[in-house]
Nanobody, 128 residues
């Protein structure tokens, strides 16, 4: 059974940084695309960033326009861990952040429905 466990959330002032981690277990980590999504209070869950699985052959990483240039997604396949480094945080980045893994496929989709496995979420609060 695939499990995803996020950590690293917390309270930070605007302009600060946080790094979220997501440890995966239950299957080969490297082969599948993984992503980060977030859900702000009162809003629907939205795409943040995604990175390809190892079968892709070419580096594919996608970001939402709202985080481009501030967030960096990465993965350490040896540790079965996905990261997102979040810099220059803004109050509008406040949300529960979810790690997600595709059930099959290496392409880093930006669509929720392409991801079969989800973590429990970690709360990021950015104060102004």
């Amino acid at each position: 059974q695939v499990q995803l466990v996020e950590s690293g959330g917390g309270l930070v002032q605007a302009g600060g940084s946080l790094r979220l981690s997501c440890v995966a277990s239950g299957r080969t980590f490297s082969a599948y695309a993984m992503g980060w999504f977030r859900q702000a209070p009162g809003k629907e869950r939205e795409f943040v960033a995604a990175t390809r699985g190892s079968a892709g052959g070419i580096h594919y990483t996608y970001y939402a326009d709202s985080v481009k240039g501030r967030f960096t997604i990465s993965r350490d396949n040896a540790k079965s861990t996905l990261y997102v480094q979040m810099n220059s945080l803004k109050p509008e980045d406040t949300a529960v952040y979810y790690c997600a893994a595709r059930g099959s496929g290496w392409y880093p989709s930006q669509q929720e429905y392409d991801y079969a496995y989800w973590g429990q979420g970690t709360l990021v609060t950015v104060s102004s």
